[in-house]
Each structure stands twice: as C-alpha cells, then as structure tokens.
C-alpha cells in the first residue's frame, strides 16, 4: 500500500515541463498553430481517412529517458491524447479510436495499474466538460467489469453525458483484447443460433459486424503506432482488415497536432486498392 500511495502521489503532483510532452513541435492550445496550420490546408485539399485508430506506445520509454517512473509517462500522454482529438476535430475526421490499456496489461505492477486507473478517471474528470462542448462522443470498450468502482464511475458518467455528441465518436480501448472481442462475438452468435435467432447459414461478415463493439462505426481507414514498434498489440484484430499502417517513430507523448497531420498527409499519398487492379 504505502509503494502505491508512493508512485500515485509522485505522479499525481508531478510538473511536466511543456517543452518535454510537444517536442518543440508546437502546442495543443485553441486558436492559430502557426507550425502545423499550413499543414492542415495540404490536407483539406484531398479526403481525410474517416476512422483513424492508434497504439499509444511509448510512455514507458519516455519516462525512463528522463529517469522518472512509468507512470509519469502515462500522465504525460494525457496531453497527447488532447492533442489528437483536437486535430482529429480540426482536420475532419469522424471517428477516432484510442487502444488506452489492454487485457495483457492488468499482468503490470500493481502500483502502475492503479496509477492508471487514477489517471483514467483524472482524464474523463478534467477533460469532459470540454469534450463536450466540442461535440466529442465517448464510447469506451473492452471488459469494464474489471475496472474499479471510481473509474467504473468516470467512464459511465462520460458515455452518458456525451451520448447525444455528433462531431467525433471517441472510442477508448480499455481493458480490450483483439482476440476476446472476437470470442465474444462468437458467443453471442452461438446463443442466438441456440435460441432459434439466427440460423448457421445466415452467419456471415455482417452477422459477425453487428456483434462487435465498433458495429456502428466504419472500420478504421488508418492504423497509427507510435514508437517504432510493427506489431497490432491484438487490437481491432477484424476490424483493420483493410486499414493502412503508419508507424511513426515518435513516442506516445511527443506525438502530436503535427504528427496526425503527417500521418494523414502520408496516408492521403497512398493508393488503396482493396485487391482490385488498376484498368
């Protein structure tokens, strides 16, 4: 208890210096972004993926680069996480998924699991108000049975109260596995073939679709990881069949407004073809 309250207090009243979480490479502030509003015309000039999804990885490494505890990295990817949903705004996309903490991840240390449900709960608290006004809609995924009762709280409060939000679905990946989302689907299909609802013949891709938690969403155009790292981590194993994948070699922290538009102008560059050849 007392090495939890420990690292909770240290990161809770940690000062993170603006010039380590932007990278000088501008800031998340509302109004003129002088560095990246060029770039945000580029991009304007051809269509926007709708659904971008991203891995934020780097946090660990980041805080052990300046000799801080992990969990002092996840607080400062806070920032990046505003600064994303606002260029996502800014640039026009509609849905924006986030993969914020995994089923593998409950095996950390305990102190850096409860400094991240802390964080969890600090985010939605210091942050919804604003997500609201800003049209942003929260859905959060994954195995929320697990999560304790403080952030159980947070993340029910800041469903409901950005339900009726149209700008920007926000979907946050918490407790999430690529792998369980799909076993779930399949028992539920399962059940309803049991019951007489579906019969074996009518399970195809859109049966499985309706099942999943993103079903009334597009599936993600763009896939982003940050750190360098080329893997999918298990995350929306079905649904980025088809997305195109930027690895940037910024971690989660220092990724920000223009690191988006970098990856979108790249995206935007690319010929997606879905199998088909040119005539």
Not at 104 to 121: C, F, G, T, V
Not at 194 to 217: F, K, N, S
Request: glycine share 6%; hydrophobic share 45%.
């Amino acid at each position: 208890m007392r090495q939890r309250s420990a690292v909770n207090h240290a990161v809770n009243h940690a000062v993170i210096p603006a010039s380590d979480t932007t990278a000088g490479r501008g800031d998340v502030d509302e109004g003129p972004h002088p560095g990246t509003d060029a770039l945000l015309q580029q991009l304007q000039r051809a269509p926007v993926p709708r659904h971008i999804a991203i891995i934020m990885d780097g946090n660990g490494r980041w805080a052990r680069e300046r000799h801080m505890p992990r969990p002092f990295g996840h607080r400062a990817g806070m920032k990046a996480v505003r600064a994303v949903v606002e260029a996502s705004i800014a640039a026009g996309v509609e849905w924006l998924s986030l993969f914020a903490f995994s089923q593998e991840n409950w095996q950390r240390p305990q102190p850096e699991i409860s400094a991240l449900m802390s964080l969890l709960e600090e985010y939605i608290n210091s942050e919804l108000r604003e997500l609201r006004e800003q049209g942003v809609r929260i859905r959060v995924h994954g195995d929320l049975s697990r999560l304790n009762g403080a952030a159980a709280r947070a993340v029910e409060r800041a469903v409901a109260e950005t339900a009726h939000c149209t700008r920007l679905g926000l979907n946050l990946f918490i407790s999430y596995g690529g792998r369980a989302e799909l076993v779930r689907a399949m028992r539920a299909m399962a059940a309803d073939v049991h019951a007489g609802v579906l019969h074996p013949d009518q399970i195809d891709e859109h049966a499985i679709r309706a099942r999943l938690y993103t079903l009334d969403c597009p599936d993600p155009d763009l896939l982003i990881r940050t750190s360098g790292e080329q893997r999918l981590s298990n995350f929306m194993l079905w649904q980025v069949a088809y997305a195109e994948l930027y690895i940037s070699g910024v971690l989660w922290p220092d990724f920000d407004r223009m690191a988006l538009f970098e990856a979108i102008l790249d995206f935007q560059r690319r010929d997606r073809r879905f199998g088909r050849v040119d005539t």
